[in-house]
């Protein structure tokens, strides 16, 4: 996928039938680009506007503010990010038993979000770079995890947690210490380490099997 089809897949308003406009595909790309480089504050609109080759009117017919062109931006990634635990699918199939174990869950869930990641690390640097500053962004994300995320997490760990498999500590505080794990993972890999020779598929069976070790019923 190349990198014009994720930021059309990314960014196009899942309510909205019409695509993005090629000028429109051009804001968005230079905004994350710059976004990304230098952070939301230090970017201006006109930068923007001369990195993508349009007016700086021409943003402004499409977006307010610079802030409405940074949530059109940072809202779908968190919306995405977090996908898999929108999909119905994802909780039937683990009380299908199509899941042997909490660490088969895991392995596929780390496997689809680092693809994930590595296909969108600008729009993921600017979700982590502005989420303290941007208030919000903080209850977009909020309002992502608890209506949607969390609601389906606690059911799968109260399944292994029932099937015996993980250790009978608070479901929240299972989940906490599955996602803390992984997104620790994933933005050392693609953020903070992204330069070192990281044996990818070793990384991510360690951390599937520091998880577990932690959980694991005794």
């Known amino acids: 996928m190349s990198e014009n089809d994720i930021i059309q897949e990314m960014l196009l308003n899942e309510d909205d039938d019409d695509q993005l406009t090629p000028k429109q595909r051009k804001i968005l790309q230079a905004a994350v680009e710059m ?5 939301y504050a230090s970017t201006s609109t006109s930068e923007i506007a001369k990195h993508a080759g349009v007016a700086e009117g021409t943003i ?3 977006y307010k503010t610079k802030k409405d062109l940074l949530y059109s931006i940072a809202v ?3 919306t995405k990010f977090a996908a898999p635990f929108f ?5 039937r ?3 299908n038993d199509q899941y042997s174990g909490y660490d088969e869950l895991l392995r596929r869930l780390i496997h689809n979000r680092f693809e994930f990641a590595k296909e969108n690390i600008p729009l993921l640097k600017i979700v982590l770079q502005e989420m303290a500053f941007q208030h919000e962004m903080q209850v977009k994300y909020k309002d992502i995890f608890t209506e949607n995320v969390l609601p389906r997490f606690r059911e799968v760990v109260d399944h292994f947690k029932e099937k015996g498999q993980i250790e009978d500590y608070p479901t929240e505080t299972v989940i906490r210490l599955t996602i803390t794990t992984i997104v620790g993972f994933l933005v050392t890999r693609f953020i903070i380490m992204p330069d070192y020779p990281w044996d990818d598929e ?14 694991e019923k005794a």
Request: glycine share 6%; no cysteine.
């Open 93 to 95: 199939q683990v009380f």
């Open 76 to 78: 779908p990634m968190i």
């Open 87 to 91: 999909a119905q699918h994802f909780v």
């Open 202 to 215: 070793q990384e991510i069976e360690r951390t599937i099997s520091f998880i577990m070790h932690g959980l």
């Open 35 to 39: 976004f990304a480089e230098k952070g």
């Open 60 to 62: 402004f017919r499409h």
